[in-house]
T-cell receptor
């Protein structure tokens, strides 16, 4: 358990509004990830971070931005939410030994 | 090209029987790690097993073993003596050493039949 908490856990928002999901970890892990999970697609990487202020895009980054101003926090922002961004979002961190990735409990986002 | 391919969307297995979940991967990185995760209906992601690309022996964790065939780029999960609680979604994943990005497959839904 890497002490990962995601907030909010559930959110319903309207199309066009900004949304920020927060991921907080207590283990001082360097690498952090944001994934979205959709039926038939598995988990797809949105953005990841390899240190404070160091981030990079994943395979489905369009419409998303991230920030990491502290080691423990990784924020995912939907600048203007669309219905196609309705999904379950998972935050994850890479353990120090590089042989385990730890997941948060997920954030269910519905865009109406 | 897909980094991780899981070709079995759904699988059924009789309780107490063994089952193999298939996973193939694609990478040119000589150093990588392979993982399996379980996702029950409650939604959390549970780590099952890890295999490093340089590990000589197949990884085992209790009833889980990873059948690692490097030349064929396959990393199948074998669950022995299936239990009803094994019914879940199973994801294969790979970490490439370059950049430490993680790639996941689309998952296999396993149902254990009493």
């Amino acid at each position: 358990d890497a002490g990962i908490t995601q907030s909010p856990r559930h959110k319903v928002t309207e199309t066009g509004t900004p949304v920020t999901l927060r991921c907080h970890q207590t283990e001082n892990h360097r690498y952090m990830y944001w994934y979205r999970q959709d039926p038939g697609h598995g988990l797809r990487l949105i953005h990841y971070s390899y240190g404070v202020k160091d981030t990079d895009k994943g395979e489905v980054s369009d419409g998303y931005s991230v920030s990491r101003s502290k080691t423990e926090d990784f924020l995912l922002t939907l600048e203007s939410a669309t219905s196609s961004q309705t999904s379950v979002y998972f935050c994850a961190t890479l353990g120090t030994g590089l042989n385990t990735i730890y997941f948060g409990e997920g954030s269910w986002l519905t865009v109406v | 090209a897909q980094k991780i391919t899981q070709t079995q969307p759904g699988m059924f297995v009789q309780e107490k029987e063994a089952v193999t979940l298939d996973c193939t991967y694609d990478t040119s990185d000589p150093s990588y790690g392979l993982f399996w995760y379980k996702q029950p209906s409650s939604g959390e992601m549970i780590f099952l097993i890890y295999q490093g690309s340089y590990d000589q022996q197949n990884a085992t964790e209790g009833r889980y073993s990873l059948n690692f065939q490097k030349a064929r780029k396959s990393a199948n999960l074998v669950i022995s003596a299936s239990q009803l609680g094994d019914s879940a979604m199973y994801f294969c994943a790979m970490r490439e050493n370059t950049g430490n990005q993680f790639y996941f497959g689309t998952g296999t839904s396993l149902t254990v039949i009493p």
